[in-house]
């Protein structure tokens, strides 16, 4: 399933300008405040008509300004998820639900309420009002109510920005779950780098109203020039590995790709053959020119020096080539010069175990 935009649109004195095509389960938007996020959803949703431009989800040509094509909203089926949740607040759970089903004609329904409801977690909430509902409550009512709609591709503005620490956390893994058991493709706007990292399939950057980068997730993430200085922290490699098994003795999980083995500290959720996506952070990785000896560090990745990327004045992010997939590292200049990098380089990527927290190891298949 292809998403294609190529658009370009003004309000204001704001001007969009901004082409991409992705087929990942999960696409992002990032992009700073104002930098267009929500008027290219708009316009993929229909809200917007844009003054020029294509787009086109799943061969389906939704706006095509030459052909002067403008599918409604209404005709689209799309489903939307808003900031918040958007709910009406006179009718019960179930009844938001059944609005959202009785939006798309008979025929054209394969939502399964039942399974909708399991999915999200929401079948001891149906005879509540959504007043009595917590935010992350209500927004799982909200992508219930879009995904009944049986829609061909499901936005969603910032669908987390509204909840706490803690209701964000409830809500991820239901939209990892939608991410990994639907087959309808998930459009989610965010500025937050920690929940792109852990939900996206792939990445878009906007600013101004322009792309500066798209593609897989493992690409664009790595290009830490272009996420915000505040969370340039969370930036680095995201890398999908298969679950060897446990080390009982050490209370470790080993899991493998091709990069390497690496160990982490064990996840009893975690089953021989699983498929976990891991996110190794930059900050989090030291270059070594030779394998450490005496040192704490227990994942030690030989690779190559794919790039070196200077970063202001005092900083390097290097990329280095571990079996095909990337895994970078952001060190110091000093130590870019006191190792002697070059790019074709030999070298070992050095990650600390402890890095790998829980929100940086998802299981995203069963083996
Ligand atoms: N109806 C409008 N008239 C004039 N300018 C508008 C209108 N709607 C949006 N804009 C401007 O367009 C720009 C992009 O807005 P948009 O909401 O798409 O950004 P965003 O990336 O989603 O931002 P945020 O993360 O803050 O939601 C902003 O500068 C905004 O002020």
Known sequence: MTISIDVRHGLGSFEIDAAFESEGRLTALFGPSGSGKTTLVNIVAGLIRPREGRVVVDGRVLVDSAANVHVPFHKRRIGYVFQDARLFPHMSVRRNLDYGRRLTPVRDRYADFGKVVDLLGIGHLLDRKPDGLSGGEKQRVAIGRAL??????LLMDEPLASLDDARK???MPY???LRDELRIPIVLVSHSVAEVARLATDMV???????????PLNDVLQRLDLLPEDQRGEGGSVLEMTVVGQ????AMTV????AGEIRIPRSGALQAGNVVRVRIRARDVMIAT???RGLSALNVIPGTVAALTASGT???DVSVDCGGQPILARITRQSVHVLGLTVGQPVFAVVKTVSFDTASTRRVAEG
């Not at 950057?205 to 593609?215: C, N, T």
């Not at 080390?247 to 050490?250: A, G, I, L, S």
């Open 169 to 171: 956390a409830e809500i």
């Open 314 to 316: 005092s900083l390097f």
């Open 148 to 153: 009944l709609a049986s829609p061909r591709l």
């Open 205 to 215: 950057v906007l600013d101004k109203g322009r792309v500066v980068a798209a593609g």
């Open 255 to 258: 899991l493998s790709s091709p």
């Open 290 to 292: 030779e394998p450490p």
């Open 247 to 250: 080390d009982e003795r050490f």
């Open 175 to 177: 939209v990892e779950r």
